[in-house]
């Protein structure tokens, strides 16, 4: 059983920056990212790795967004800048491990 624990989410002005951090619970994970879903839409993937060092995009938040993950494989960061009032949701930190495992959420909001 894998457990995710984020933080980071806030509110911030448009043009602003804010970091997510996501922690999982036990060994390392290969697939590990965020996904976000705003109200009234369905979730949808943000950024993640598919593999040990692959990266997917979603192509709305290419150049805007940096996703990191720690040297122990098991924290992936978010890094959030040029926001736009369009990225308020709630994300999702994402993992699979044989299973798929979701984090609780953390609120974004972009005010304009």
């Known amino acids: 059983q894998v457990q995710l624990v984020e933080s980071g989410g806030g509110l911030v002005q448009t043009g602003g920056s804010l970091r997510l951090s996501c922690a999982a619970s036990?060994?390392?994970?290969?697939?590990m990212g965020w996904y976000r879903q705003a109200p009234g839409k369905q979730r949808e993937l943000v950024a993640k790795?598919?593999?040990?060092?692959?990266?997917l995009y979603a192509d709305s938040v290419k150049g805007r967004f940096t996703i990191s993950r720690g040297n122990a494989k098991n924290t992936v960061y978010l890094q959030m800048s040029s926001l736009k009032p369009e990225d308020t949701a709630v994300y999702y930190c994402?993992?699979?491990?044989?299973?798929?495992?979701w984090g609780q959420g953390t609120q974004v909001t972009v005010s304009s």
């Open positions: 036990g060994s390392s994970i290969n697939i």
């Open positions: 790795f598919i593999s040990s060092s692959r990266i």
């Open positions: 994402h993992a699979f491990l044989g299973s798929e495992y």
